[in-house]
């Protein structure tokens, strides 16, 4: 019999337990992962990076205080963060957090030190107001420090986070070398890619020429979108840069796609003759996809004019990937004007595996063609499936040594332009070029961190309407019907333990 004298007691007891459990809690930190992707916990490449510190790491954490819940979650995040980083290294990681909203000294420092704050809406009182915040940190290792001015949420904290402290700590930097002339876009029009191969690699650029070979300096070469032919005798220095080990990165445009024109034509460069050699055909077709992106085309509403998209076929939007270290954890990326990869290799020394594949539903057209940009696609135009538009070639593909090829059957697809013509391109279509650099050219793992993190789960642009329907109520009323059902089931067992007191008998 349940006495007011055992109640009290069983209530101290519980009250101490919390307390001692929270004690034991505060000094040793862990976590259960159960994320798909593991993204809170260290992968094998940082835990590499961090017993390999000889020296501190210092970590200043700028971080505001009093943000709303969705963004003071990065902040929590990125301290757990730092703990195991500290735990892992052995305490060669140290790192301290900097509200700098607290004082105008302390927001300078932040500033002259390259972390930059952003303007957030925070509701106070019924009102919305912009503040101030700071979400970045700054790396210190010696007399070298490193920057990551905002760290977005979603973002991969451990990516930024190791990839800096590598850097920070690296002797020497491969070198990483970008093909030149022949109508190939200048370094300056690949902004984001540049901008993150620099991270871990010297980027530079080099031009074929008589007098000399292709330098061994570089681990590995890339080539992105030539519209001119190139003279056969330079792909003989091709093949001597992969027999001394090389690898190589192809983006090439087999067609061409001018919407000014509405037409779209062949381009030879001479690739198409040394790949075929490997086994390896670039086809002389355009794609096209059901799952594409659209153009935006000026139509007449009514009185108005206005700019509206249009699905266009020959923007296909690749998301079947193979499970290999270049494509993981890639949701969507755009490959405008693209064609098909056809694998027809004999030597068995060679092993090519396709990257990336189109949907089920697509299909070819052979140049020259007329874009009709007002067609109504049927489902007729799109019988073919999965046909090839990356593939990585491995083997002894020039002479005796083995070395690595991966080819990207569009060339258009990392290239942002230049000036007034510059666009902004969505992270994946950077990430599966950058990742391909890294496979080829670094052997930490660290190509593992850059897409960790789920970004998007699109539906399925071939689902029904009434099916997309059905999802969207679904997942809006279930979790309100699981709510009222988990209410409705806590009354009942609040109610019986009510009426079990009642009829006990206190002395």
């Known amino acids: 019999m349940l006495t007011r004298k055992k109640l009290q007691s069983n209530g101290a007891l519980v009250i101490a337990i919390v307390v001692v459990l929270n004690l034991f809690a505060a000094k040793i930190f862990f976590r259960l992962d159960f994320t798909e992707d593991q993204r809170y916990s260290l992968s094998n490449a940082t835990k590499d990076i961090l017993e390999n510190l000889e020296n501190t790491v210092t970590v200043k ?12 979650k990065v902040r929590t995040d990125f301290r757990d963060l730092l703990i195991e980083y500290s735990n892992q290294s052995d305490g060669n990681v140290v790192y301290e957090f900097i509200n700098p909203n607290v004082d105008q000294q302390t927001e300078m420092e932040a500033q002259q030190n390259g972390v930059q704050p952003i303007m957030i809406n925070v509701r106070e009182r019924d009102q919305t107001k912009q503040q101030r915040a700071y979400l970045g940190a700054i790396l210190q290792f010696g007399d070298k420090k490193e920057v990551i001015p905002f760290i977005q949420p979603g973002a991969a904290m451990e ?6 402290i590598k850097k920070l700590t690296l002797e020497t930097k491969p070198k990483i070398g970008f093909l030149q002339g022949y109508g190939i876009p200048a370094l300056a029009e690949l902004q984001q890619v540049k901008q993150q191969l620099s991270v871990l690699y010297n980027v530079e650029t080099f031009e074929f020429s008589d007098t000399s070979s292709i330098s061994n ?9 030539p519209t001119d032919s190139i003279p056969d005798r330079y792909f003989k220095q091709l093949d001597d840069f992969m027999e001394n080990g090389g690898n190589i990165v192809l983006a090439l445009n087999r067609v061409n796609g001018d919407l000014q024109k509405v037409q779209g034509s062949s381009i030879n460069t001479g690739f198409e003759k040394w790949l075929a050699d490997k086994g390896i055909e670039l086809e002389n077709n355009f794609i096209i996809d059901s799952n594409s992106g659209s153009i935006m085309v000026r139509q007449q509403q009514g009185m108005f004019v206005m700019n509206l998209p249009v699905q266009f076929p020959y923007l296909p939007k690749i998301s079947t990937f193979a499970d290999h270290p270049i494509t993981k954890g890639l949701e969507t990326v755009v490959f405008p004007f693209a064609s098909s990869i056809k694998i027809a290799t004999k030597d068995s020394s060679i092993s090519v595996i396709p990257l990336a594949t189109t949907s089920q539903n697509t299909g070819t057209q052979t140049p020259p063609i007329y874009f009709d940009i007002n067609k109504k696609w049927k489902k007729s135009d799109f019988m073919q499936s999965n046909l090839p538009v990356a593939i990585i ?18 060339g258009d697809f990392v290239v942002n332009g230049i000036g007034q013509q510059a666009q902004q391109l969505q992270p994946d279509n950077v990430n599966l070029f950058v990742n391909s650099i890294d496979f080829l050219s670094d052997d930490t793992g660290l190509i593992d961190l850059r897409t960790k993190g789920i970004t998007s789960r699109p539906i399925d642009p071939n689902l029904e309407n009434g099916t997309k329907t059905l999802l969207k109520y679904f997942n809006f009323l279930f979790p309100i019907v699981l709510i009222i059902l988990y ?5 009942n067992i609040r109610k019986r333990i009510k009426k079990q007191l009642m009829n006990i008998d206190y002395v």
């Not at 070639?393 to 690595?404: D, F, I, P, R, V």
């Open 61 to 72: 954490a700028y971080f505001s205080e009093n943000l709303p819940p969705d963004i003071a």
């Open 159 to 164: 990516f930024a986070l190791s990839t800096n």
């Open 217 to 225: 300096k570089y681990k590995t070469i890339a080539v992105v979108a």
């Open 393 to 410: 070639a491995e083997g002894k593909l020039a002479g005796n040594t083995n070395s690595k090829l991966v080819l990207f059957s569009d």
């Open 487 to 491: 209410g409705i089931y806590r009354w």
